[in-house]
């Protein structure tokens, strides 16, 4: 059981493209790309400015620790077994 060769895939897009029509695919396509970009557009920091960069924004944290602000985290013992 080989790959798919090219004529394969030709004939599955042009039986899609029969099926579901060119302007529903292109629809598909918009909204796809629309879900990306919102996805980026909400990965990004609130706090950050228009113009900065990730760079400026990975400073951030460091300048956190600056401020003397604390974490509390729970350490856990190592056991060792010799």
Do not use: C
């Amino acid at each position: 059981m080989g790959s798919f060769s090219i004529w394969h895939w030709l004939i599955v897009l042009v039986i899609v493209a029969l099926i579901f029509g060119t302007k529903k695919i292109r629809n598909i396509g918009a909204d796809l790309g629309g879900a990306v970009k919102g996805f980026k557009e909400g990965m990004k920091d609130p706090n950050a400015k228009e113009g900065d960069t990730p760079a400026a924004a990975e400073a951030a944290p460091a300048q956190r620790v600056a401020s003397n602000e604390t974490v509390d985290v729970q350490a856990k013992e190592k056991s060792s077994t010799h």
